[in-house]
């Protein structure tokens, strides 16, 4: 539980918008490692993935969910955050708004805020999927009035026969396990 209040402790809502940054390359920890040095804050969701130990026993280590995407807070200055892609020395590309335009997707404070909530790796009823995935699952936007997600917002969705709050991003999404009794429609959230 310690660790739960750590990791929601070090998650600060400062109102900068987040780009989605595609790797083309397995080094995701140097890419990591280049952002951090080039001053930039990064974020990868990770979990825990059970693994045998040197003597036989399970134990659990972070894993990232997808190896091939890493979010990255934003400048001041675009021009200068395009300078250091370019720099880069690893293959990547950062999403767009669309396949035709030159303007990179960002990711609203608000919503990488609550995305970066849901990522908790101490969370355990939680599924990660794909954009394409996300979009043609069916719900209602709605607002969790209580329970331990209150505040957070997303889509009410159906898997398994359970219900899910589903948060969406450029490039991944993030269901997790909810009650829909604590749930409101958006409309009614006041």
Not at 46 to 60: A, F, L, M, S, V
Not at 161 to 187: A, D, F, I, N, Q
Request: net charge positive.
């Amino acid at each position: 539980m310690a660790e739960a209040a750590r990791y929601t402790e070090e998650i600060v809502d400062d109102g900068a918008s987040w780009y989605a940054v595609r790797l083309f390359t397995l080094r995701l920890e140097d890419v990591r490692t280049f952002f951090r040095e080039q001053g930039l804050e990064c974020f990868i969701p990770e979990k825990y993935i059970d693994i045998e130990g040197h003597n036989g026993r399970p134990r659990q280590v972070l894993r990232p969910v997808v190896r091939n995407l890493i979010f990255v807070k934003q400048l001041a200055d675009e021009k200068l955050f395009r300078k250091i892609i370019q720099t880069a020395n690893y293959k990547i590309s950062v999403l767009r708004k669309s396949k035709d335009s030159q303007e990179y997707a960002l990711i609203p404070h608000g919503q990488m805020y609550e995305f970066r909530l849901m990522c908790n790796p101490e969370i355990t009823m939680r599924k990660f999927l794909s954009s394409e995935e996300a979009r043609m699952k069916a719900g209602d936007e709605v607002y969790v009035r209580f329970g331990p997600l209150k505040g957070l917002s997303g889509r009410l969705v159906r898997s398994s026969k359970k219900y899910y709050l589903l948060k969406e991003v450029p490039g991944l999404s993030v269901m997790l396990k909810v009650s829909r009794w604590c749930c409101v429609p958006v409309e009614k959230k006041r």
